[in-house]
């Protein structure tokens, strides 16, 4: 019986520990085409750090940054859905690329500032919107909605931009989506479409005298080199839309999904802060390199909103009411909240 005793033993601990073993050996692989340096890199460190501690290593993260597993969007949202990896970011220009309605979000001024879109994301619209996708792709789940950059400003290398009517002739970077290229017809510029690797180039030679971007992300590319004007309009929030394989979630028991869940819940977080504090050192940059930071007036700045109210008749031609009808609501329901705190302090 001693013999029996002393030889169960080393079984008992040999099966605990293939049980942790095969419990280490579920991972996440998040793959994305940002920097080492920028805040999807560090909203996935916040990430890696929680899932990791919080179930004690049965759960591990690796993180692949700067392009190394997808170098476009589609070619990142078809690794999500393969199974290759688990997780994904993408602006609303590349989800628009999949859902061509989500482009709703990149109508300008629809957003009014950071506590509106942040107050907006935080509600009813995410499950909405995460239903719809799933409807379409049932093996693509939205987790999210953090910041991939603060907001899309007006930047220059010649002129600086005040009103709408200083941007009449300019040639102004754009991604190739349809909705941001109408943006800049509408004001009187010229919608230049140029990938990101050539905007250097691109402003440097002239074949650009502008772009539409956030500071950190100018800074970092070092297009303030060229750039002399910024003009903080701040006409599009960069949302960042994080991805979950669904098939993976759907294979988490409800401990595990409860600490994943809660991990990007962490990520969120250091998503929409990173660009703030960020951004305090890229201003700081581009001043030292001699560019100029002008704010416009609040009749400046519905000057521009003005300008730009046809696009939402631009919209609804290509894509309907229904998820215009939906952010305007939500949005509507955010900006008296903040505004009824507001008035009471």
């Known amino acids: 019986m001693r013999v029996l005793k002393i030889l169960l033993i080393p079984l008992f601990c040999l099966l605990a520990f293939s049980y942790t073993s095969i419990a280490a050996q579920k991972s996440i692989k998040i793959a994305f085409m940002g920097a080492q340096t920028d805040e999807d890199m560090h909203g996935s460190l916040v990430f890696k750090d929680y899932i990791e501690a919080t179930s004690n290593g049965n759960i591990k993260v690796d993180i692949f940054h700067s392009a190394q597993l997808c170098s476009k969007f589609v070619e990142c949202i078809q690794g999500v859905q393969a199974n290759t990896f688990q997780v994904t970011i993408s602006t609303i ?18 957003l009014r500032d950071d506590r509106v879109a942040e107050c907006f994301f935080d509600g009813p619209f995410l499950p909405s919107l995460r239903n719809a996708v799933m409807e379409k792709f049932p093996n693509l789940r939205l987790m999210m909605v953090g910041n991939t950059g603060g907001w899309r400003n007006f930047m220059t290398t010649k002129t600086q931009i005040k009103e709408p009517s200083d941007i009449k002739g300019q040639k102004i970077r754009t991604i190739p989506a349809d909705i941001q290229k109408e943006m800049v017809k509408m004001l009187g510029g010229n ?29 970092s590319m070092k297009f303030h080199e060229h750039l002399r004007y910024a003009t903080l309009d701040g006409h599009a929030y960069m949302a960042a839309f994080w991805w979950l394989n669904n098939d993976f979630w759907n294979g988490l028991s409800h401990e595990e999904k409860v600490i994943v869940n809660d991990g990007f819940y962490h990520m969120m977080w250091e998503t929409r802060q990173s660009p703030k504090s960020g951004a305090i050192a890229a201003y700081e940059e581009f001043k030292k390199a001699g560019g100029t930071i002008y704010k416009p007036t609040p009749t400046q700045k519905q000057m ?10 631009w919209y609804e031609e290509q894509y309907g009411r ?3 009808d939906k952010v305007l609501a939500e949005t509507k329901v955010c900006e008296a909240k903040i505004d009824a705190a507001s008035a009471n302090l």
């Open 191 to 219: 919608p230049t479409p140029i990938s990101w690797p050539e905007v250097y180039t691109a402003l440097a030679t002239g074949v650009v005298e502008g772009t539409k971007n956030g500071i950190t992300d100018i800074v």
């Open 304 to 313: 521009f909103v003005d300008s730009t109210k046809g696009m939402y008749k």
């Open 93 to 110: 220009g590349g989800f628009g690329l999949i859902f061509p309605p989500a482009q709703v979000l990149d109508l300008p001024y629809i």
């Open 322 to 324: 229904e998820w215009l």
